[in-house]
């Protein structure tokens, strides 16, 4: 029994050591990576100066081209995340602020993302790899249910989301694999049209209060970043438009922007924009709130 009992300890012992040098080694690699996607480039960057940054889901990182600013002379950076939600948006932007960037205007998606106070479990597992080299992430989850789990348990966090920083990911990072994430300052553009288009249904939508907007407002008053909240287009066919309407009735300073491109052709799907909608887009919301740069 005792033989039992010692092999027991032995193996949980070794299980421990491994889980730990694991948890060292992944973690290691995700620190030495900053081209596999945003919050890693943002994790590993500091100091940066920016006149604008975007922020939100695919309605910003597929919408909004920064080269048309930047060819005005405002240097500027598109940080939105496919299938984002308010609270990663809170939490990239309280990351800046801990990585010490200096940003003028902050350019927010406001609008289908307020309907939830709701996280995304797929961009959540992004931050996990740098949980215990950050205050800002630990205090930003230090309320959900596994948080524990997440910071004591050693490489807990990547078996819990292996699919998104597990083996392959890890590898990639090592390897120093590109994607397309951060080319063209982070505008991702949609390429392929869905024709005939399948109109977008928002029947069930209904704007509320959101926490992380509301986080998102006090950052910006406390640190003087000029804070432009927005929607963005939806192609003309959707249902129930009046969704829009009831955005102001809630937050009244969010300025309305889903109109400003219509034509079908500007549209990849009903509730996302091409290539050249993006272009057009841009254009319109630059003119709405910019002037070109006078030259030195």
Do not use: W
């Amino acid at each position: 029994m005792k033989q039992f009992f010692l092999f027991i300890v032995k193996g949980l012992t070794v299980l421990l050591l491994t889980m730990i040098l694991l948890d060292v080694f992944y973690t290691v690699v995700y620190r030495k990576t900053d081209n596999r996607n945003k919050i890693s480039f943002l994790f590993n960057t500091k100091n940066q100066q920016y006149d604008v940054v975007f922020l939100g889901s695919s309605r910003v990182n597929n919408h909004f081209v920064p080269k048309i600013f930047n060819d005005q002379g405002y240097k500027t950076f598109n940080y939105g995340i496919t299938r984002s939600r308010l609270e990663e948006s809170a939490l990239m932007l309280k990351l800046m602020i801990e990585r010490n960037y200096k940003i003028k205007n902050l350019i927010l998606q406001v609008d289908l993302n307020i309907n939830t106070n709701d996280h995304s479990e797929a961009i959540r597992s992004l931050f996990m790899p740098y949980i215990h080299q950050s205050e800002t992430i630990r205090q930003h989850y230090a309320a959900i249910p596994e948080y524990n789990k997440l910071l004591f348990i050693p490489f807990y966090r990547y078996m819990h989301y292996d699919s998104r920083v597990g083996f392959r990911e890890m590898y990639a990072s090592l390897v120093h694999k590109e994607t397309n994430a951060l080319y063209n300052d982070g505008f991702n553009a949609l390429l392929k049209n869905q024709r005939p288009m399948i109109a977008a249904d928002l029947s069930k939508y209904y704007p509320k209060r959101n926490k992380a907007y509301e986080e998102i407002k006090v950052i910006c008053k406390k640190n003087k970043i000029n804070l432009i909240a927005i929607t963005t287009p939806m192609c003309m066919s959707t249902i129930n438009r009046d969704y829009f309407n009831h955005i102001n009735s809630v937050y009244p300073e969010i300025h309305r922007f889903e109109n400003a491109v219509t034509e079908d052709k500007y549209f990849s799907t009903c509730g996302h924009m091409n290539k050249d909608g993006a272009i057009e887009f841009t254009k319109v919301v630059f003119n709405a709130f910019f002037k070109p740069k006078s030259k030195p």
